[in-house]
């Protein structure tokens, strides 16, 4: 079974720069997440998908974030403009449904993306 | 929030010994899950251990969940120098739907 793709897996902007990211779920896995990882610190969650309908979006700076999954398959997550702190490591995870899909096998989750803002 | 606090925030031993690692969490869960990160990549799930069970293995893992303190360990017996790793605790809470609540993460090195 192909994992959870991500593109691109580095990227450098400056701030105040725009900044896009790709993900392709497993085949079938209804649910997608988009985590934040700063250096150091654990994954937190930016946005939760439902196939295409938003879930979750309360930890979403929505001033500079966004995020869409169009068609309920792959996902796109943008910044604009990025800042110094949005630094971290953009991590998509996916899995069969929301309950029953962590609860029996957890997520899978992508290498990610490193992202640096300069 | 992060919901879940790990201790010891780094562990270092030598290959063969046993690393234990804790975590203790805030609110009512559903189950408790622990990945492992490799230094740049992405996080692998290892374990899954549901509200109601205690105890649960998986070739060289243990965990184990106490409720009514609101904490879990993970035990890896046996050490290996491919364990070295970040190893994060996540929960997932009974008020929501299916999302996980990850710990700050113990950083693991096993020497050869």
């Known amino acids: 079974e192909a994992g959870v793709a991500q593109s691109p897996r580095y990227k450098i902007i400056e701030k105040r720069q725009s900044v896009a990211f790709w993900c392709n779920p497993i085949?079938?896995?209804?649910?997608l997440y988009w985590y934040q990882q700063i250096l150091g610190q654990g994954p937190k969650l930016l946005i939760q998908?439902?196939?295409?309908?938003?879930?979750?979006d309360s930890q979403l700076p929505k001033d500079r974030f966004s995020a869409e999954r169009l068609k309920g398959v792959d996902s796109t997550l943008k910044i604009q403009p990025a800042k110094l702190e949005d630094s971290a490591v953009y991590l998509c995870?996916?899995?069969?449904?929301?309950?029953?899909?962590?609860?029996?096998?957890?997520?899978?989750f992508g290498s990610g993306t490193r992202l640096t803002v300069v | 929030s992060q919901q879940g606090e790990e201790d010891p925030q780094a562990l270092s031993i030598q290959e063969g010994e046993n690393a234990t690692m804790n975590c203790s969490y805030k609110?009512?869960?559903?189950?408790l899950q622990w990945y492992r990160q490799n230094s740049g990549r992405g996080l692998v799930h290892l374990i899954l251990?549901?509200?109601?069970?205690r105890e649960k293995h998986s070739g060289r893992l243990r965990v184990t969940l106490d409720t009514s303190k609101k904490s879990s360990s993970l035990l890896i017996t046996a050490s290996r120098a491919a364990d070295t790793a970040s190893y994060f605790c996540?929960?997932?809470?009974?008020?929501?739907?299916?999302?996980?609540?990850f710990g700050q993460g113990t950083t693991l090195q096993v020497k050869p």
């Open positions: 995870a996916s899995s069969l449904e929301p309950i029953q899909g962590p609860e029996l096998y957890g997520y899978t």
């Open positions: 085949s079938g896995h209804a649910t």
């Open positions: 998908f439902q196939n295409n309908g938003v879930v979750d």
């Open positions: 609110t009512s869960i559903n189950n």
């Open positions: 251990i549901r509200s109601n069970e």
């Open positions: 996540a929960t997932s809470p009974t008020s929501n739907t299916g999302k996980l609540i």
